[in-house]
């Protein structure tokens, strides 16, 4: 069992910073990918960014690319999201996931329903 669990929201004005955490089991490491995603009130699920465990690529949503930022400790086991230039449309309960199994195709890693354990997640909030 892979066991996940997220840190660091919290309230910012926009235009700031937060930081968050994904720390995870020991087993998460032998998984194939891990990856952020956040949902606001009312809407689906949303992919924000990933990263395959075995190259360290990672990957953007549009909606994010250049402001937050993937990274990763693997003698912590923890997996960060360092998000700047913070806009209350960010605002939601953020989420990490982790994947087993064979490499899919780039697009796949974008649907939450191609991973296999998630967090409890982590709210952000927003204010303008």
């Known amino acids: 069992q892979v066991q996940l669990e997220e840190s660091g929201g919290g309230l910012v004005q926009a235009g700031g910073s937060l930081r968050l955490s994904c720390v995870a089991s020991?087993?998460?490491?032998?998984?194939?990918?891990m990856a952020w995603f956040r949902q606001a009130p009312g809407k689906e699920r949303e992919f924000l960014a990933r990263?395959?465990?075995?190259?360290?690529?990672?990957w953007y949503a549009s909606s994010v690319v250049g402001r937050f930022t993937l990274s990763r400790d693997s003698a912590k086991n923890t997996m960060y999201l360092q998000m700047n230039s913070l806009k209350p449309e960010d605002t939601g309960r953020y989420y990490c996931?982790?994947?087993?199994?064979?490499?899919?195709?780039?697009?796949?890693?974008?649907?939450?329903?191609?991973?296999?354990?998630w967090g409890q997640g982590t709210p952000v909030t927003v204010s303008s």
């Open positions: 996931a982790s994947r087993a199994g064979r490499r899919l195709t780039v697009n796949a890693y974008h649907n939450a329903s191609s991973y296999d354990y």
């Open positions: 020991a087993r998460a490491v032998s998984q194939d990918a």
């Open positions: 990263i395959w465990l075995s190259t360290g690529n990672t």
